[in-house]
């Protein structure tokens, strides 16, 4: 009898101790926002040492961080592939995703997207002294781009040429320094950023070839009461100048 009891305490405690982790997890979930992105694309999102977030660090994390701030409510940076933010955001992993995304009209159909932060454009990644001097020039060349980034969408379907695709960046710029690549396509800024880590590198423009591209928060589908926080916040982080001290903060 006596053992019986024992263990029937025992599953009492269990129970509430169980009870009681869930409880808390229950809890702050309601103090917490989580951002989803991609920690690939320097100097929107990175990893670092010392980030703003944990170990992240960026344009985007210093906006995110002012909107969870302005909210009163904890940052938590949710980051994986750039492929899955879009999903992860439509199925309610994420409760937004700030990842130097570019306003699209296919991303329109799964998503909502805040004012636009940034305007942006694709650039030509190249070695010094290589003969790429406009778009025209990829013909024939190793072209080298980011899975499901813009640049991938732009090469193969407004320009018609068979890229090879890599999951980061950084990867598509280590074959270029290594001759495996004549070319990497990406987006503006992080092309700066990559061509100021790796000396012989330099960017090509082709400002016709390119559109200009606009990123922009990404939101759950008709969630206008977060659209109009977040909107709020990124009016506030323009008029204040604040957007360029971080573009000029973290790019460093
Ligand atoms: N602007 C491009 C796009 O929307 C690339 C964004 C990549 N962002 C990232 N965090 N990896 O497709």
Redesign the pocket.
Known sequence: MKKVLKVAALVVCVCMLVCAFVGCAGDDKKDVIVMG??A??PP??YVTENGIVGQFSGIDVAIAKEIADSMGKELVIENME?ESLIMALATGKVDFVA????VKPDRLESVDFSDTYYL?KQVMIVKEGSDIKSAADLEGKKIGVVLG??GDTTVTETLGYEPERFKKGADAVMDLVNDKLDVVVI?SAPAKAFVDKNPGLAIVEDAEAFEN?E?AIAIPKGDTELADKINTVLKELKESGKIDEFGATYSE
């Open positions: 992105t991609n690939e694309f929107f999102e750039f990842a130097g995304m570019t942006a980034y813009t987006d591209e990123y």
